[in-house]
């Protein structure tokens, strides 16, 4: 096991570009994203030096307590039928604790719910697991809505791919002249005001970022992380944030506006991005969060019929594993967490009830 320094991270970054499990939230260049977080890289090594394992941790150190929170997010990246490499990385994240004063550790990895053997693994090292938490219940969505080996397909092949209905409405984009401009930073204004309005309007306003964020994101990325914006007679009627990785390419944010929404501009949107993820090589494409189809009553179930349309398939992780260094702390810091997650249901419930 070893803590890199920042001389390092090349190495570990070309590992982890090429690694199967790996995600764009695994690269070192979230770590500049996520500014407001510290953070460390920890690898397992094998005899001859190769890294054969590693994640990225970010540390938040809680106000008040003065201990650090701990968190591999869609980590670690490594082969999980790999015990050394597990336990590993498990002392790699003791050791960051000691040095950050944490209290827990939290990962999520890319490890499928019917994955028996990885979840044991990791349980049997000390991992606490809950099972079968729902949209919401988590740091990062257990559903992701992907799209699967679309490498080596022409965009017609993509098109042909979606139900009947949402290729219609691609097409109504296109025949109402929406045009889909892939931008940089210089496009954030537009973004930051289509996703305002859409926060607004579905309710989440908590999750509004300052502005910088969303141009951090697209800097920290600088080849592989571009603004989409629709536009219709000019104005901007829709817009996201994409981000291609190892192979993968990842809608992270989206918005649209009010007003021009029956032109369909989303549709178009998303057939652009997956056009892009194919320029540059990618063999999947991930809509990330998406409940589970029985969870009607979800809030963004709205959001799981859109993906659906684009025929790919739901894929549910395992979930969370935490790994408690300071029970006490942490038993603190869990019941500050439920009081803030019940105040938000509640002003949901009480912003949907007057609408």
């Known amino acids: 096991m070893e803590i890199l320094d920042a001389s390092q991270y090349e190495e570990y970054e070309k590992f982890a570009e090429g690694h199967r499990n790996n995600f764009f939230t695994q690269s070192a260049s979230w770590a500049k994203v996520k500014s407001s977080w510290g953070h460390e890289i920890v690898v397992s090594r094998d005899s ?139 496009a954030v204004d537009d973004f930051f005001r289509l996703f305002v309005v859409t926060a607004k309007r579905d309710g989440f306003t908590n999750a509004i970022r300052p502005k910088s964020y969303y141009v951090n994101t697209v800097e920290a990325y600088p080849d592989n992380a571009r603004f989409f914006i629709c536009y219709y007679e000019g104005k901007a009627i829709s817009a996201a944030l994409c981000i291609r990785y190892g192979g993968k390419a990842y809608y992270l944010f989206g918005a649209s506006d009010n007003e021009g929404r029956q032109y369909m501009p989303n549709y178009l949107m998303q057939f652009e991005m997956m056009k892009w993820a194919l320029e540059g090589g990618c063999h999947k494409y991930d809509f990330l969060g998406t409940p589970a189809e029985e969870e009607t009553d979800s809030p963004m179930y709205g959001v799981y019929r859109f993906k659906k349309g684009f025929n790919g398939r739901s894929v549910f992780y395992a979930g969370e594993f935490d790994y408690v260094f300071n029970p006490a702390v942490h038993f603190l810091a869990g019941t500050a967490e439920n009081a803030v997650l019940a105040f938000r249901q509640l002003k949901r419930k009480l912003r949907k009830h007057r609408s």
């Open 48 to 186: 001859s030096g190769a890294i054969k394992g590693g994640m990225l941790i970010l540390i938040k150190k809680l106000p008040v307590i003065g201990a650090s929170f701990l968190y591999a997010p869609r980590g670690p990246v490594c082969d999980f039928d790999d015990d050394e490499v597990l336990k590993d990385l498990l002392q790699g994240a003791k050791a960051v604790a000691k040095k950050h004063h944490g209290f827990s550790f939290k990962m999520d990895p890319i490890i499928e719910q019917n994955e028996q053997e990885p979840i044991d693994r990791l349980t049997a090292l000390g991992f606490r697991f809950v099972p079968g938490k729902k949209y919401g219940e988590t740091v990062q969505p257990r559903g992701n809505y992907i799209l699967e080996d679309i490498a080596g397909k022409t965009p017609e092949d993509l098109l042909m791919h979606f139900t009947q209905k949402t290729r219609y409405n691609v097409r109504v984009a296109q025949k109402h002249q929406v045009e889909c401009r892939i931008c940089g930073p210089e």
